[in-house]
């Protein structure tokens, strides 16, 4: 069975911290209520939902995804870019020990879940600017045993690898090249975003169905055209603290 970690959205995620994004107003409740909507959708697609409360001392601490990468046999708690989101780790260890073998990241490294795309038993992972060499190194000694080779991806103008690309199958990614290493996916399809769409590439893969956006119409009848099963999702206000559709949600079986 499928189990989607959650967190509520904290009164305090106007504060979020901010990379490419200029800061606008955030309707909290709204944010809320999307985020709600968000979890049924998960529900509806087969997981079972634990959801965490909100923590007004962390304001982006509904963006569960970088905390920690969950694989099938480990769970590694990311020491994250933002020096400010470290301690959301705390509840997220809490929460995820009943299910897998903890092990931690450590200083110098930085590295972010959002970073890390998994294909099958290859992790790749961003280089930007919450994740450092040192973090892919570590990540990459720690799943070795275990079989997964780790690929570095070059990211720029983006805040995370999973800005700019997500998986929809085994074998297909949806992408945006200017702000990635593209070359790095040789052997896998890359559907392009619209350039009208550029912060599209995030979509959620979960059961039979993608995830996308409505704010990104575009790219949901891009991916219909090749088969997929879409469904939009308003994420609007979450959006405006640098949010995508994986952020917010730690998927595992």
């Given at each position: 069975?499928?189990?989607?970690?959650?967190?509520?959205?904290?009164?305090?995620?106007?504060?979020?911290?901010?990379?490419?994004?200029?800061?606008?107003?955030?309707?909290?409740?709204?944010?809320?209520?999307?985020?709600?909507?968000?979890?049924?959708?998960?529900?509806?697609?087969?997981?079972?939902?634990?959801?965490?409360?909100?923590?007004?001392?962390?304001?982006?601490?509904?963006?569960?995804?970088?905390?920690?990468?969950?694989?099938?046999?480990?769970?590694?708690?990311?020491?994250?870019?933002?020096a400010s989101r470290r301690g959301e780790s705390r509840s997220i260890a809490e929460a995820l020990a009943?299910?897998?073998?903890?092990?931690?990241?450590?200083?110098?490294?930085?590295?972010?879940?959002?970073?890390?795309?998994?294909?099958?038993?290859?992790?790749?992972?961003?280089?930007?600017?919450?994740?450092?060499?040192?973090?892919?190194?570590?990540?990459?000694?720690?799943?070795?045993?275990?079989?997964?080779?780790?690929?570095?991806?070059?990211?720029?103008?983006?805040?995370?690898?999973?800005?700019?690309?997500?998986?929809?199958?085994?074998?297909?990614?949806?992408?945006?090249?200017?702000?990635?290493?593209?070359?790095?996916?040789?052997?896998?399809?890359?559907?392009?975003?619209?350039?009208?769409?550029?912060?599209?590439?995030?979509?959620?893969?979960?059961?039979?169905?993608?995830?996308?956006?409505?704010?990104?119409?575009?790219?949901?009848?891009?991916?219909?055209?090749?088969?997929?099963?879409?469904?939009?999702?308003?994420?609007?206000?979450?959006?405006?603290?640098?949010?995508?559709?994986?952020?917010?949600?730690?998927?595992?079986?």
């Amino acid at each position: 069975m499928l189990t989607a970690l959650t967190r509520d959205v904290a009164p305090t995620l106007g504060a979020c911290e901010l990379e490419y994004l200029e800061r606008r107003p955030i309707d909290i409740a709204k944010a809320a209520d999307q985020h709600r909507h968000y979890e049924q959708c998960l529900r509806e697609a087969g997981a079972r939902v634990i959801t965490l409360a909100a923590d007004p001392e962390f304001p982006d601490g509904v963006f569960v995804e970088d905390p920690a990468i969950v694989l099938d046999e480990i769970a590694i708690l990311t020491r994250m870019g933002a020096a400010s989101r470290r301690g959301e780790s705390r509840s997220i260890a809490e929460a995820l020990a009943p299910f897998r073998k903890l092990v931690s990241i450590a200083e110098p490294a930085t590295l972010e879940g959002g970073d890390v795309m998994r294909i099958g038993k290859t992790l790749f992972v961003g280089r930007s600017r919450r994740t450092n060499v040192h973090g892919i190194g570590q990540l990459a000694a720690v799943v070795a045993p275990f079989g997964y080779r780790v690929v570095p991806v070059e990211v720029h103008g983006c805040l995370h690898l999973k800005s700019a690309s997500t998986p929809v199958d085994d074998a297909v990614i949806v992408a945006n090249r200017r702000w990635i290493q593209a070359e790095v996916f040789d052997g896998l399809q890359v559907i392009d975003v619209p350039p009208e769409e550029p912060s599209a590439a995030n979509v959620l893969r979960i059961g039979d169905a993608i995830l996308n956006a409505a704010s990104f119409p575009q790219t949901a009848n891009k991916l219909e055209h090749y088969g997929f099963s879409v469904r939009l999702i308003d994420i609007s206000e979450l959006q405006k603290a640098e949010s995508a559709l994986t952020c917010s949600s730690l998927i595992f079986k």
